[in-house]
């Protein structure tokens, strides 16, 4: 058996870490051998701040990936690094150092920048507090200002899909499929909006609402995570999806990213095609 790797991995950020943290975890995919102990240090502005992350460096040793714009803090934490011998990378350098380049002007260095409250921002928020509005089939009589509406049968990611995608600036509504229950093809029809169906394997389905039904101590609804109910269940979404048009995705095998991911490229394509329409 193959021995694990181990190893210190520091992300220092001015700013809240998110993007710190996010490739680190991105490069570390590429690693399945490796066990990575992070150390998470947020809000790094002062010198004083710097001395504690001086601390765990000297003790541990191990890697630095960091996210600063002030350039004393910069140097000062570079030095640290240098005089404790570990490798260190500033996560944004190139990509500000190619944009400042193509644009002509230095970058602003304002500490964490990338999450400054712009127009970008409010519009983020505001498709969040639309997600949340819209989870589980509710307020069916504003979808036509959604960008996306998520078609599933229950415990197929639409809710976790729909906040991700809320994060990255999209409306997005999701409604449930229930048995016997038709959907209300009418109310969603009349919108000009793109509709997606969700998938996912039966016996995943069985499993997670297994699992769903034990945590709720719910012992009497035993069709919910029958299999032969579920593969009905599933049968039917895709002849809904197949006889609407709508396209369909298996997320069985996929991470809410991917899924998202792939929802965003499907998005783009019925945009451009109705676009004009």
Partial sequence: MKRKKSIHLHLVSDATGETTHGLARAALGQFPDAVATEHVWTLVRTRAHLDAVDAMIAEVGGLVFFSVSNPEIRRALEEICIRHQVPHLGILDH?????????????????????????????RMEALEFAVHH??????????????????????????????LANRGYKVANYPLVPGIAPPLEQITKHKIMVIGLIKEARRLSQIRKNRLESMKDAGNVHYADIRAINDELSAARRLFQAQNWPMIDVSRKSIEETAAEIINLYQVWRETHANN
Avoid: C, W
């Avoid at 602003?108 to 970008?120: K, L, P, V």
């Avoid at 979808?143 to 906040?163: C, E, F």
């Fill in 95 to 123: 990509a500000v150092h190619i944009l400042a380049q193509k644009l002509g002007k230095p970058a602003s260095n304002i500490a964490g920048g990338q999450h400054r409250m712009d127009e970008a921002y409010f519009e």
């Fill in 135 to 164: 989870d589980d089939g509710q307020a069916m009589d504003t979808l036509k200002d959604a960008d996306i509406l998520l078609v599933g049968v229950s415990r197929s990611s639409k809710t976790p899909t729909a906040i991700y």
